[in-house]
């Protein structure tokens, strides 16, 4: 069993950075593929971000290649998103998810767990 909890989220105006967190409690997490994920009012949860912490592999949404950056510290158990260049359209609750399949990482449908959320609003 793993417990995430996400932090970090808030205001900021566009082209602002933000650092979001993830901090996983339970199995150490780098048994997992960690994802972040984001949902905007009325639209569908949407991969933003994975990383496959045995190797290192990374992969990105295409809208957010080049600004955003994920992280991890093994040390911690957490994992970090770094969002630079923000713009109003990523304006979203942000979730943070772990799996175990290392594969599919862009489906949220593949994860086991999900943190609560965390909100990022960019304004214009």
């Known amino acids: 069993q793993v417990q995430l909890v996400e932090s970090g989220g808030r205001l900021v105006q566009a082209g602002g950075s933000l650092r979001l967190s993830c901090a996983a409690s339970?199995?150490?997490?780098?048994?997992?593929?960690m994802g972040w994920f984001r949902q905007a009012p009325g639209k569908e949860r949407e991969f933003v971000v994975a990383?496959?912490?045995?190797?290192?592999?990374?992969y990105y949404a295409d809208s957010v290649k080049g600004r955003f950056t994920i992280s991890g510290d093994n040390a911690k158990n957490t994992v970090y998103l770094q969002m630079n260049s923000l713009k109003p359209e990523d304006t979203a609750v942000y979730y943070c998810?772990?799996?175990?399949?290392?594969?599919?990482?862009?489906?949220?449908?593949?994860?086991?767990?999900w943190g609560q959320g965390t909100q990022v609003t960019v304004s214009s």
């Open positions: 998810a772990a799996q175990t399949l290392y594969s599919l990482v862009h489906h949220p449908s593949s994860y086991l767990y």
């Open positions: 990383l496959i912490w045995n190797g290192g592999s990374t």
């Open positions: 339970g199995r150490t997490f780098s048994s997992y593929a």
